[in-house]
């Protein structure tokens, strides 16, 4: 294809501007470069000259190549997103992409911990040790916040307001703020009290849990802990720390909390991310109904 300076300028506007992770960046680009070689193959046109015809074709072409429909979906969203920011920019006059519509895919509701199971991993760190008051924070408030595990491990101390009862979570785009309920606030109090001076490398070290070195604990040895104590408790569900965070979601919902509200809490930029949590909700319902009502 003839150069197109767009490209370059796309990718520069998602690296310094967006602040996209490695994995995002390199899917986006991948997927518009591949839609780059198929107008260069087939078409005449260049980005700026696509038409939704361009795009409708290339669409049908992806599913002749025997793409799955999740991968013409990502495809599709990738170049929306590409066309959004050339219009916006003023390369184009309109978004090709924008009246198209991808297959519908069927959605996997993610796996969640009942009430139940989640107040028997909370009792399993044994406030024994420095270690035990340590994990035993960590998973209340994972669960008193739903974040993400990279926003756990990313915390800092300063991030932690006791007195208010909420943390400052810096996420993909924005800064939020979440609060925490009793048991939470009582865990990172005694620890932050108590164990977390005596477990830091320095008085220099800003994060707010630290590894056996006393440096910033890993999303891999967070893993792992979450797993020690999940082998402790016998559950048999395969516990991630993102099993966590969809149980947050999913009870607040089943306990009459917003979905504006949740998605708030999660940093999600679109609240159709967050909806996944009403069908969840409405799944188990049905579940329920169909093995308690007599006539069902």
Partial sequence: ???????????????????????????????????????????????????????????TWL?????????????????????????????????????????KTAQKLPQVLTGAEVELLLEQPECNDLKGYRDKAMLELLYATGIRVSELTALDLDDVNITAGVIKCRGRDKERFIPLYPAAIRALSEYIEYVRPRMIAGPSEASLFVNINGERMSRQG?????????????????????????????????????????????????????????????????????????RA
């Fill in 222 to 294: 967070f893993w792992k802990i979450i797993k020690t104590y999940q082998a402790k408790a016998k559950i048999e569900k395969d516990i991630t720390p993102h099993m966590l965070r969809h149980s947050f979601a999913t009870h607040l919902l089943e306990n009459g909390a917003d979905l504006r509200s949740i998605q708030e809490m999660l940093g999600h930029a679109d609240i159709s991310s967050t909806q996944i949590y009403s069908q969840l909700v409405k799944k188990q319902l049905k579940e329920i109904y169909n093995k308690a009502h007599p």
């Fill in 1 to 59: 294809m003839r150069y197109s300076g767009c490209f370059d300028e796309y990718e520069n506007y998602l690296t310094n501007e967006k602040k996209a992770t490695k994995n995002t960046l390199s899917s986006y680009l991948r997927d518009i470069r591949q839609f780059g070689s198929y107008l260069e193959k087939r078409t005449e046109c260049s980005y700026e000259e696509a038409g939704e015809n361009e795009l409708k074709d290339y669409i």
């Fill in 63 to 103: 599913k002749s190549e025997g793409k799955s429909v999740s991968s013409v979906s990502r495809a599709l969203s990738s170049i929306k997103n590409f066309y959004a920011y050339l219009e916006a920019s003023g390369s184009v006059s309109k978004n090709p992409a924008e009246k198209i519509v991808s297959d």
